[in-house]
């Protein structure tokens, strides 16, 4: 190992010199931080301040860098340098802009800053520049799971981009749902009237593609690997199987309709004349413009009736209990089918709600011009009676039970993922979201992926099916790193938002690949060169780290040691968190790099009444959170030091005894939103931190300590008023209780 040589370098820009003694900082940072350069700059994030920086890196007087001024989520580009360890010490967001600008403030300050000082020196001596591991045989091509509408387009976009990719068919055919339409629903001005979908110049365009290869009739029947290199098995309907392999992996299988025949109170399966929505699409095809005739007698239809939500936002058993997007739409576009043949024929939709995504009401408005009846209303039977329908329903508007006399009955029915397997991967305390009396949802459970992966053969799934991705930050992210979900798998959406969905999960696929060549992390730490090491001598093959990976990187060799798996690892730092022994680190990121941040502030004794607080906050919410609440000026206590850590996952206990048994005076845990609407960036990690610290209380009571001293929170990146409230709270407590014993 090379000799450790820091740099520390002080900004004067955007008040700091103002406010604080940086002549001071300068000696903490030589005398106890013991680097060996020390500069001040009056902005060091200037060209010559940065230069300044690269000037000593280039001469080898400096390995390690700590830029003592605005956050490290600030100024980003300016700060990054080639091969050296990079610490920052917030000083603007951190200290001055949190802190009052008086003069009985100046001693506590100017005592922040220093402490800011201390811990980004012991951070940069415990951090080692990370090397990337490259993947040179990385495979430049993307397998397509599913050649409906969001398969066709997501092979299509990869091959614009320049990649190769397969699309893998278990039918016989392309096109999917979408090719079974008549019409689709608008997607372009000016929303009026249904439009061709498009289809089958899709299907021609895939086919001519020569960087798009089609295997119909086939299956997955294993998939191996990581981002770059997955081996995929493909069996098709001849018994053949062949082994390719690929970068990155879309799963865009789509869905399947609601079963109709559940809903018999509806007349579906009493009447052939009562129809789901993809039935009138076979009869609207019959018809190809012309009357749409009953099923039972051909006779033309004078009279129809479009049930909403028919088996779905419903918690009655098997029933679907959300929304499935597109129905509303459908139902205004299949009206239209009527009107346009005919206007005479008398269309009626019964809704609870008319949901109209993606186009306003233009559709919504043009269905009233030509005469489709709008009705709020709940339908409670449909009765096949002397050759016609009796829709009988509670008239929402006028409060009556009234009944529809109708020739045909189309149910909206919704949308069921074709999800794969589900393992039970969905966050611990997902049933809690679980509204009381909710139904279950049967799910096909044959595998689509057969993944070789300790954790199950699919992608982990939400509680309704679907797989499960990160909505809020990163749509198409899933837990299989590399692995994408686009279209109906992924959240119920019409054909516009299928085609963005299909667009956007390919990109994603393009960035895991190019990633995995060049030793990079994927999102959410995307060009991440760290990757998580053990000694192992050290290991007590206790399986903790693998199995609670929330990304399937971690295996065991044939002695039950941990094997990281470098291009699924998303380098969250969940396994370091986990290890009771501490022999999980990350060249930049480790149990020492955070530790001896802690160790390195200044406790003061139990005489001075200067109570100490550590925050651990999550850099991806908590620290945003914080640092928006400094520029909008919040105050918080001075008594307070923060530590960014990678996810709430990576917290280790022993950062939180450490702390205590150090002076510290309490502990506050600031992660994500946990449970199935997490926002945690990398899914469970503030998730097993709530579950860690759980079990701490016990020993707090062991150290004679209240309880109350250590606690854990879920932080939006909104909150910003609560997050420096919180630690105002806790400041409050600490004075209510008073000094950790330890001090004494």
């Known amino acids: 190992m090379s000799e450790v040589k820091i740099g520390a370098y002080i900004c004067k820009g955007c008040g700091i010199g103002e406010r604080l003694d940086t002549d001071q900082l300068e000696q903490i940072a030589a005398r106890e931080g013991k680097a060996a350069i020390v500069r001040q700059h009056e902005f060091l994030c200037s060209?010559?301040?940065?230069?300044?920086?690269?000037?000593?890196?280039?001469?080898?007087?400096?390995?390690?860098?700590?830029?003592?001024?605005?956050?490290?989520?600030?100024?980003?580009?300016?700060?990054?340098?080639?091969?050296?360890?990079?610490?920052?010490?917030?000083?603007?967001?951190?200290?001055?802009?949190?802190?009052?600008?008086?003069?009985?403030?100046?001693?506590?300050?100017?005592?922040?800053?220093?402490?800011?000082?201390?811990?980004?020196?012991?951070?940069?001596?415990?951090?080692?520049?990370?090397?990337?591991?490259?993947?040179?045989?990385?495979?430049?091509?993307?397998?397509?799971?599913?050649?409906?509408?969001?398969?066709?387009?997501?092979?299509?976009?990869?091959?614009?981009?320049?990649?190769?990719?397969?699309?893998?068919?278990?039918?016989?055919?392309?096109?999917?749902?979408?090719?079974?339409?008549?019409?689709?629903?608008?997607?372009?001005?000016?929303?009026?009237?249904?439009?061709?979908?498009?289809?089958?110049?899709?299907?021609?365009?895939?086919?001519?593609?020569?960087?798009?290869?089609?295997?119909?009739?086939?299956?997955?029947?294993?998939?191996?690997?990581?981002?770059?290199?997955?081996?995929?098995?493909?069996?098709?309907?001849?018994?053949?199987?062949?082994?390719?392999?690929?970068?990155?992996?879309?799963?865009?299988?789509?869905?399947?309709?609601?079963?109709?025949?559940?809903?018999?109170?509806?007349?579906?399966?009493?009447?052939?004349?009562?129809?789901?929505?993809?039935?009138?699409?076979?009869?609207?095809?019959?018809?190809?413009?012309?009357?749409?005739?009953?099923?039972?007698?051909?006779?033309?239809?004078?009279?129809?009736?479009f049930v909403q939500c028919a088996g779905q936002r419903s918690q009655s058993e098997g029933h679907l209990p959300y929304c499935s997007?597109?129905?509303?739409?459908?139902?205004?576009?299949?009206?239209?089918?009527?009107?346009?043949?005919?206007?005479?024929?008398?269309?009626?939709?019964?809704?609870?709600?008319?949901?109209?995504?993606?186009?306003?009401?233009?559709?919504?408005?043009?269905?009233?011009?030509?005469?489709?009846?709008?009705?709020?209303?709940?339908?409670?039977?449909?009765?096949?009676?002397?050759?016609?329908?009796?829709?009988?329903?509670?008239?929402?508007?006028?409060?009556?039970?009234?009944?529809?006399?109708?020739?045909?009955?189309?149910?909206?029915?919704?949308?069921?993922?074709?999800?794969?397997?589900?393992?039970?991967?969905?966050?611990?305390?997902?049933?809690?979201?679980?509204?009381?009396?909710?139904?279950?949802i049967e799910i096909p459970i044959e595998s689509i992926l057969n993944l070789d992966y300790r954790q199950g053969p699919d992608m982990p799934q939400l509680r309704h099916g679907f797989n499960d991705s990160h909505f809020i930050c990163f749509p198409y992210e899933t837990q299989r790193t590399g692995i994408y979900a686009a279209g109906p798998v992924r959240r119920p959406m019409d054909m516009?938002?299928?085609?963005?969905?299909?667009?956007?999960?390919?990109?994603?696929?393009?960035?895991?690949?190019?990633?995995?060549?060049?030793?990079?992390a994927a999102h959410p730490r995307s060009g991440d060169l760290s990757f998580p090491s053990f000694r192992r001598e050290g290991c007590t093959q206790c399986k903790r780290c693998t199995v609670e990976c929330p990304f399937g990187a971690i295996d065991e060799d044939e002695k039950r040691y941990p094997i990281f798996n470098e291009s699924r690892c998303r380098r969250c730092g969940t396994c370091m968190g986990a290890c009771p022994v501490r022999v999980i680190s990350f060249e930049n990121y480790s149990v020492d790099s955070v530790g001896q941040q802690i160790k390195a502030v200044d406790i003061p004794d139990e005489f001075s009444e200067k109570p100490r607080i550590l925050v651990l906050a999550c850099e991806n919410d908590a620290y945003p959170a914080l640092d928006m609440a400094a520029m909008n000026r919040l105050e918080y206590s001075a008594f307070v030091r923060v530590i960014p850590v990678r996810c709430l996952g990576s917290v280790n206990t022993i950062w939180v005894t450490d702390a205590l048994n150090g002076g510290y005076d309490s502990v506050v845990l600031m992660g994500c939103q946990k449970g199935e609407n997490y926002q945690c960036h990398f899914v469970k990690g503030s998730e097993m931190a709530h579950y860690r610290m759980s079990k701490i209380d016990d020993t707090l009571q062991q150290l004679q300590m209240e309880t109350e001293r250590v606690c854990t929170y879920e932080v939006a990146i909104t909150d910003i008023h609560r997050a420096s409230q919180l630690i105002n709270d806790m400041a409050a407590t600490i004075d209510r209780i008073g000094l950790s014993p330890f001090k004494f």
């Not at 029915?413 to 966050?427: F, H, K, L």
């Not at 963005?500 to 030793?519: F, P, R, S, V």
């Open 47 to 305: 060209t010559s301040g940065v230069q300044s920086i690269q000037n000593d890196i280039s001469a080898g007087d400096v390995n390690r860098i700590v830029i003592a001024a605005c956050s490290r989520r600030a100024k980003t580009e300016a700060f990054r340098f080639e091969n050296v360890a990079i610490s920052r010490a917030n000083l603007r967001e951190g200290v001055i802009w949190v802190r009052p600008d008086t003069e009985e403030a100046l001693e506590l300050t100017q005592e922040m800053a220093g402490d800011y000082l201390r811990m980004g020196c012991a951070e940069a001596k415990h951090m080692t520049p990370p090397s990337p591991h490259v993947e040179s045989t990385t495979t430049r091509e993307v397998l397509i799971v599913g050649g409906g509408l969001t398969g066709l387009t997501a092979a299509l976009e990869a091959s614009k981009a320049g990649y190769r990719a397969t699309i893998v068919e278990k039918s016989g055919e392309l096109g999917g749902w979408a090719a079974k339409l008549y019409r689709r629903t608008p997607h372009r001005s000016p929303y009026t009237d249904p439009q061709e979908t498009g289809i089958a110049d899709l299907i021609a365009a895939v086919q001519s593609d020569a960087n798009i290869s089609v295997q119909l009739d086939a299956t997955i029947t294993r998939t191996s690997g990581s981002p770059g290199r997955f081996f995929v098995d493909i069996a098709t309907e001849s018994g053949a199987t062949r082994t390719d392999r690929f970068g990155a992996i879309i799963q865009a299988t789509g869905f399947t309709p609601f079963d109709a025949n559940k809903l018999p109170e509806l007349g579906f399966g009493k009447s052939p004349d009562v129809v789901d929505q993809l039935g009138l699409e076979r009869l609207a095809r019959e018809a190809n413009g012309g009357p749409i005739k009953r099923p039972s007698d051909g006779k033309d239809v004078r009279n129809v009736v």
């Open 325 to 440: 997007g597109h129905c509303c739409n459908t139902s205004i576009k299949q009206a239209m089918y009527f009107k346009d043949a005919n206007p005479g024929v008398d269309t009626t939709i019964l809704y609870t709600d008319l949901r109209s995504p993606g186009n306003g009401e233009d559709f919504y408005r043009s269905g009233q011009k030509k005469g489709v009846i709008f009705t709020k209303g709940v339908v409670k039977e449909v009765v096949p009676e002397n050759g016609v329908l009796d829709v009988r329903l509670k008239d929402l508007i006028l409060d009556e039970d009234v009944a529809i006399r109708a020739d045909l009955v189309v149910l909206a029915t919704g949308m069921v993922a074709n999800s794969g397997v589900n393992i039970d991967a969905v966050p611990l305390d997902a049933d809690k979201d679980a509204k009381p009396g909710e139904a279950h």
């Open 496 to 520: 516009v938002q299928v085609v963005d969905d299909a667009a956007g999960a390919t990109l994603k696929a393009i960035q895991a690949l190019e990633n995995a060549g060049l030793g990079r």
